[in-house]
């Protein structure tokens, strides 16, 4: 089979985990799987790439033309589109007057009903598809530990790292964890707080004050890791112990993924969560995790894993064993035998003409 993955040069965390790191290991473990990476299916404005050299084309909701959808579809080429969140934010979400001012969520809405099938990460999330398109599929995110960038090499500290990985619209979220550093610098000194992924922007400065109580805990107890592009991201959690999960409840969250608690598991470290969707159904406290029930769980819950500190190990194996159907290979036979289905239904008989990616 033909698959062109449609993935802008520069892309994002969605880019890397639902469309890179999938079809890539897709090809290198099914010799029958040819994929070509391509920025768009557009020659010009009006001109497209040849896509009946293609049995399927594959993008995410992030990077779609519908145009080149009707152009695909009207050739007979099945076109596959990626959705890992919601198509309506919240209102305090940092996107809501973009989404208001560029009629987004309706654009995402002609998506869904525009395009042959559907993949998603959860089961919530493909309950909201349906309302719109019934061919959907859950896939779920999942870890590439074969991936170089996701070896395992812990850099040694004196302190125990609690440390924070999150994007940009998570100010809400990060919060949550307002002067939980600064209670713990009164009884600890063997820790500390680390932002990562700061990139100057004035969202990680207000990371930055709400992890080092404005400041007056750094250096002692708070430092940072400067932005990874999403080539090296992954290898991040090389410089924490514990990772915090903070999320607030509502609609958007929900329908998230797990990757969170996938990435940490995987890396065998312990993690503090908030108990909501989408995490709640891998979290069990104090076996696998350290579960937040309510804010000041936050403090309770550093402070148990200092005074215990085998436990922060502890809880990372027995995270990494929940993850185990979230590893690259274990999706990867769900993907792949969607697409086989599509093609049998499409008739349509795969080639292995075209340039795809290596096989080795």
């Known amino acids: 089979m033909n698959i062109f993955v449609a993935i802008p040069e520069k892309f994002a965390g969605c880019g890397f985990y639902r469309q890179y790191q999938p079809h890539n290991r897709l090809a290198k473990t099914h010799s029958d799987v ?13 001109e497209f790439v040849d896509v009946t050299e293609y049995d399927i084309v594959q993008f995410h ?50 998506l869904l009903r525009a395009v042959d099938y559907i993949t998603c990460t959860t089961e919530r999330l493909a309950d909201e598809i349906r309302k719109f398109n019934r061919n959907v599929v859950v896939l779920p995110n999942a870890m590439d530990m074969n991936y170089p960038q996701c070896k395992i090499e812990r850099v040694k500290e004196e302190n125990i790292i609690f440390a924070y990985l999150g994007g940009h619209c998570h100010s809400k979220d990060v919060a949550q964890l307002s002067g939980v550093n600064n209670r713990l610098s009164s009884e600890f000194t063997n820790y500390k707080f680390r932002l990562m992924g700061v990139d100057g922007t004035e969202i990680y400065n207000q990371y930055s004050l709400v992890l080092s109580d404005a400041g007056r805990l750094a250096p002692s107890y708070f430092d940072w890791v400067e932005k990874a592009d999403i ?23 929900s329908l998230k993924s797990e990757l969170k608690l996938i990435e940490a598991g995987f890396f ?14 891998l979290l069990r406290h104090k076996q696998n995790a350290m579960v937040v029930n309510k804010y000041q769980n936050w403090y309770k819950y550093a402070k148990y894993l200092l005074q215990n500190p085998e436990a922060i190990s502890e809880l990372g194996e027995a995270l990494y064993e929940t993850v185990q159907p979230y590893g690259i290979d274990e999706v990867n036979k769900k993907r792949y035998k969607f697409y086989q289905d599509v093609l049998a239904k499409r008739n349509i008989n795969s080639s292995n003409r075209y340039s795809r990616v290596s096989n080795e």
């Open 268 to 281: 065998r470290k312990a993690v503090i969560c908030d108990n909501v969707e989408p995490y709640r159904g």
């Open 34 to 46: 040819n994929v070509l990476l391509g920025a768009g299916l557009r020659v010009s404005e009006t």
């Open 61 to 110: 909701k992030g990077y779609f033309d519908l145009e080149a959808i009707k152009h695909c579809r009207a050739k007979g080429v099945t076109v596959i589109a990626d959705f890992d969140d919601w198509w309506r934010v919240d209102t305090e979400h940092v996107f809501y007057r973009h989404y208001l001012r560029d009629k987004t969520s309706d654009q995402l809405i002609s």
């Open 231 to 253: 080539w090296n991201y992954p290898k991040l959690y090389n410089y924490l112990d514990v990772s915090l999960v903070p999320l607030v409840g509502n609609k958007f969250n």
